[in-house]
């Protein structure tokens, strides 16, 4: 077991806990700088999904997971970001002013947004929200001028001072160059007096009030920057698909984003890179299993020589093609998740680090919550 | 002029006069004591000097400035913390970024700097910590610097959030029931703290409480309430004796 023996304040500050912990990280920056050198393009395009899915989950983790605040609107966020960036590079913008423009708009729209999320909380939240990106989806549909409509719009690949990103794989360190960089900036925003009111605002407002909070002010900080980093990853995005649609930036996929923070662990910035990659792989994952499932049992049958596992196989890949099972998988392991593990992927990768750096030690109980006391309910 | 005065304060919450009249003064280092029954609207009179409610009539002074109109969140930076009668810590955060957030009012960080996290969000982060420190020495709670909220015991939770208000720096300290679920010898600790409180850190304190004993022990003087309006003012023994104070508990 490891005890970290603590000398200064300044190691409750800094990013890295100490050695041990700093060097895992370095390892896994390797890891992903060697990613595009060892993988198929196929896989790295993945990946690259990965590092977008991962920057709209910070943008959400900061809204929910940290203050407490719920959105059922963010794809519109998303689909602002998208469309400005491919507006701004169609009239020959240069590509990084491009992406500021785009997330000054965003931005403006969060704080916009965020209005009414002074007064309103929990499900109005999320109805009032919910209205935004339906709204906001029909702007797409009918602002023809702009956004072409259902004809959709072409989005280049990206040209950055001159320097084309054709390939899969520079776009790849592109994107996780923007993904290192959102999470360092949220990351010092969550150490710094910021993030705390944001965490106070989340467990008890008429506390933070109390304590010199402005809950105006930082609720709409909140849901601006959420919509920030909404808008910066829509550039991405814009680049990534290549072919914006209005029919794209759905409920459904702000149903994706909030799953992807509930699943990873809401709360933690490990929670919304792991819900990333939840998320982002799922449904390539289910696309190889419903070929290679009844392929390798059809194998199998042929050499075991026993007919039912060809027809189980079968069978399987048949379910696998159906159309709304993704969707159907999706709810499922969001149920599982909440009534199994409401910490998320985070919070189980949190539990199998203890049981290991304790062991023989672990007790069972050690992640068992209290129930809440009362709380003055009246205030609220 | 008095260090802190409430005059003649009311709410009403519809047709209910929840506090109805009330008018005190606290001086500088006084210790000041509000008691009644249930519903007596004594956690209402905090919550109006604390500015979660708009009186309906009545003038609030603190220190010279008159704060009947000042918003909640400027309540802290003028010098004003308070604790709650039913623990409002931040639960899901640890003890010491509870401790942190009292520091609030006193950041000198803007949003840019702390985006960046620049040297000096660093330094002030820092000078945070060695305040903050220095309540967790006061009150005994370095086992617990880094454990959630929500993995303490009540006992600790009590003592956290009268850590979290001295962090404030505060001037004039709202304590409400701070004995409320402690067992004698942590109601015991309780008047230590707030003796020491008084007489150590020079802050005055403004408390509503239920134990007569703690009452007595710590209080200069005290006010008792009922149906919102005062029955009687002075010191802990002649409040307890008065006979309008007897037939508002027993009845008669």
């Known amino acids: ?380 | 002029m008095s260090f802190f005065s409430v005059d003649n304060l009311s709410i009403n919450f519809g047709g209910i006069k929840a506090v109805d009249g009330v008018t005190f003064d606290v001086g500088k280092g006084e210790v000041f004591t509000i008691i009644g029954p249930n519903g007596a609207g004594k956690t209402t009179i905090f919550n109006l000097v604390s500015r979660i409610y708009q009186p309906t009539g009545g003038k609030l002074v603190f220190d010279g400035t008159d704060i009947t109109n000042v918003p909640p969140h400027r309540i802290a930076a003028l010098g004003i913390a308070r604790t709650f009668q039913n623990i409002e810590l931040f639960e899901h955060a640890t003890l010491l970024q509870n401790l942190l957030l009292a520091r609030h009012a006193h950041k000198k960080s803007n949003f840019l700097s702390e985006l960046f996290f620049l040297p000096s969000v660093r330094a002030m982060e820092l000078e945070h910590r060695e305040a903050v420190e220095k309540a967790i020495d006061f009150l005994d709670l370095q086992q617990y610097r880094d454990s959630f909220i929500v993995n303490l015991p009540y006992g600790v939770r009590k003592v956290t959030e009268l850590a979290r208000a001295l962090c404030t720096d505060p001037k004039l300290l709202l304590l409400d029931e701070p004995s409320s679920g402690l067992n004698v010898e942590e109601t015991e600790d309780m008047a230590f703290w707030i003796q020491d409180i008084r007489t150590l850190l020079g802050i005055t304190v403004l408390m509503v409480e239920h134990d007569m004993s703690l009452v007595s022990a710590v209080s200069d003087r005290v006010l008792a309430l009922n149906y919102g309006r005062p029955l009687a003012m002075g010191t802990p023994g002649e409040v307890q004796s008065h006979p309008e104070v007897i037939r508002a508990y027993l009845g008669g």
């Open chain 1, 1 to 380: 077991m490891r005890f970290q023996f603590k000398t200064s304040y300044n190691q409750d500050i800094r990013l890295f806990k100490d050695r041990v912990d700093a060097s895992w990280y370095g390892l896994l920056a390797v890891a992903v700088l060697a990613l595009p050198l060892l993988m198929s393009d196929y896989y790295v395009g993945e990946a690259t999904w990965v590092f977008i899915y991962a920057i709209c989950g910070v943008s959400l983790m900061v809204l929910v997971g940290y203050t407490g605040l719920i959105s059922l609107g963010h794809a519109a966020f998303l689909g602002i970001g998208a469309y400005a960036h491919a507006y701004f590079l169609e009239h020959g913008i240069p590509w990084v002013v491009s992406v500021v423009l785009a997330v000054a708009l965003t931005t403006a729209s969060g704080l916009v947004v965020g209005l009414p999320a002074l007064r309103m909380t929990g499900i109005y939240l999320a109805i009032a929200t919910l209205a935004f990106s339906v709204i906001i989806q029909e702007v797409f549909s009918r602002w023809e001028s702009v956004t072409h409509g259902f004809a959709g719009m072409p989005v280049d690949k990206p040209v950055i001072f001159g320097v084309p990103f054709q390939d899969e794989a520079s776009f790849y360190y592109l994107c996780l160059f923007f993904l290192v960089i959102v999470l360092w900036l949220t990351r010092n925003l969550l150490r710094s007096p910021t993030g705390r009111a944001w965490i106070a605002i989340r467990d008890s407002e008429i506390a933070a009030q109390s304590m010199g909070v402005n809950l105006a002010i930082y609720k709409s900080i909140a849901f601006a920057y959420s919509a920030a980093l909404m808008g910066m990853a829509g550039a991405l995005f814009a680049h990534k698909i290549a072919y914006l649609a209005p029919d794209i930036f759905t409920i459904l996929l702000s149903i994706q984003f909030l799953l992807l923070v509930i699943v990873g662990g809401l709360g933690s910035l490990h929670g919304a890179v792991f819900g990333a990659i939840f998320v982002a792989l799922l449904p390539p994952l289910i696309a190889i299993l419903r070929d290679s499932i009844p392929a390798s049992m059809n194998d199998a049958a042929a050499a075991m020589n026993i007919k039912v596992l060809a027809i189980v196989g079968e069978g399987i890949g048949n379910f696998l093609r159906k159309p709304g099972v993704e969707a159907g998988i999706f709810g499922l392991i969001l149920v599982l998740v909440i009534l199994l593990e409401p910490l998320g992927m985070y919070g189980r990768w949190v539990k199998i680090r203890v049981f290991f750096s304790t062991f023989p030690m672990y007790r069972g109980a050690t992640f068992k919550r209290q129930k809440s006391y009362m709380r003055s309910e009246r205030l609220r």
